[in-house]
């Protein structure tokens, strides 16, 4: 570790170690002592254990996901982890829900010479070159997901490849500012087709909302107030989002798979907040 911050290295992905708490226990300790600051993550994630959070939190992030791809199950297993990693591990380590899979994935795979269909082993990847599989509903789902969570946004694939669509849901500003939340959304509410989490401030209100259609084939139709539940005033915060009407006190439309985040209204103060030209 040492020769690592000699090296001038800010960070630190340590694998094959969350199922060993006594040599997290150890790295962290070798981090702490050194006289620069060092970031530290913590992989995999398929066999996080809970009773190991004492351990978990003195890094600055933990995978709480297995290997995450451009696939449906692959978003399932996000929400799951949503579901059972509700807060940080600590104040200071937040849940990784993996990265996100844009653009050109599997370059050093040759279709011609690897069928996509084929599963190798997860230090081999998952199929062949190709172009994320995700939808665009899709893909705001996974961003969000990411989002409400406070999980690192780290990109995937070959930037040089990402559509302008991928570009925008990963610089959204809106996005951005939700994820900077020193928190994890909760679960606020699952009703047929909707599953929406909540991001509260210190006084344990809401005030980050993601509101997910967790079908495959049906749109869902709701009114905001039905879903929030609040008397504030709610407003469309991502301007990538698929919804026609930003007005939050219509119905709202969600096509399949896709994925809204609202923000609580501030009359009296948006200095925290990207403007419309930032936007």
Same mark, same amino acid.
């Given at each position: 570790?040492?020769?690592?911050?000699?090296?001038?290295?800010?960070?630190?992905?340590?694998?094959?170690?969350?199922?060993?708490?006594?040599?997290?226990?150890?790295?962290?300790?070798?981090?702490? %002592?050194?006289?620069?600051?060092?970031?530290?993550?913590? %992989?995999?994630?398929?066999?996080?254990?809970?009773?190991?959070?004492? %351990?978990?939190?003195?890094? &600055?992030?933990?995978?709480?996901?297995?290997?995450?791809?451009?696939?449906?199950? @692959? !978003? $399932?297993?996000?929400?799951?982890?949503?579901?059972?990693?509700?807060?940080?591990?600590?104040?200071?380590?937040? !849940?990784?829900?993996?990265? !996100?899979?844009?653009?050109?994935?599997?370059?050093?795979?040759? =279709?011609?010479?690897?069928?996509?269909?084929? &599963?190798? =082993?997860?230090?081999?990847?998952?199929?062949?070159?190709?172009?994320?599989?995700?939808?665009?509903?899709?893909?705001?789902?996974?961003?969000?997901?990411?989002?409400? %969570?406070?999980?690192?946004?780290?990109?995937?694939?070959?930037?040089?490849?990402?559509?302008?669509?991928?570009?925008?849901?990963?610089?959204?500003?809106?996005?951005?500012?939700?994820?900077?939340?020193?928190?994890?959304?909760?679960?606020?509410?699952?009703?047929?087709?909707? $599953?929406?989490?909540?991001?509260?401030?210190?006084?344990?209100?809401?005030?980050?909302?993601?509101?997910?259609?967790? @079908?495959?084939? @049906?749109?869902?139709?709701?009114?905001?107030?039905?879903?929030?539940? $609040?008397?504030?005033?709610?407003?469309?915060?991502?301007?990538?989002?698929?919804?026609?009407?930003?007005?939050?006190?219509?119905?709202?439309?969600?096509?399949?798979?896709?994925? =809204?985040?609202?923000?609580?209204?501030?009359?009296?103060?948006?200095?925290?907040?990207?403007?419309?030209? =930032?936007?």
């Amino acid at each position: 570790v040492r020769k690592f911050s000699d090296w001038g290295v800010d960070f630190l992905k340590i694998d094959d170690v969350t199922a060993y708490p006594d040599e997290i226990d150890a790295l962290m300790d070798a981090v702490t %002592s050194l006289e620069r600051p060092m970031q530290v993550s913590l %992989s995999p994630g398929g066999g996080v254990d809970q009773s190991y959070m004492s %351990s978990y939190g003195r890094a &600055d992030m933990v995978r709480v996901t297995p290997d995450i791809w451009d696939n449906a199950t @692959s !978003i $399932e297993m996000s929400f799951a982890a949503m579901r059972r990693w509700p807060r940080k591990a600590s104040p200071k380590c937040h !849940i990784d829900l993996d990265r !996100i899979p844009f653009g050109a994935l599997m370059q050093m795979t040759p =279709a011609d010479t690897h069928p996509a269909s084929t &599963d190798d =082993a997860a230090f081999a990847g998952h199929g062949s070159a190709r172009i994320s599989r995700l939808t665009q509903a899709q893909k705001r789902t996974f961003v969000l997901q990411r989002a409400i %969570s406070g999980s690192p946004l780290f990109a995937g694939g070959d930037p040089a490849s990402y559509s302008d669509d991928e570009l925008a849901l990963l610089t959204d500003p809106w996005v951005i500012a939700c994820n900077q939340v020193s928190a994890s959304g909760h679960l606020r509410e699952h009703k047929p087709g909707l $599953e929406s989490y909540a991001l509260r401030n210190d006084a344990g209100e809401p005030t980050w909302l993601a509101i997910f259609n967790r @079908s495959a084939s @049906s749109a869902a139709t709701f009114r905001p107030e039905d879903v929030l539940g $609040e008397t504030q005033s709610w407003e469309l915060a991502c301007p990538c989002c698929s919804i026609t009407s930003p007005d939050v006190t219509d119905k709202i439309q969600l096509a399949p798979n896709d994925a =809204a985040l609202m923000r609580l209204a501030d009359p009296t103060s948006t200095a925290s907040m990207p403007n419309e030209a =930032a936007r």
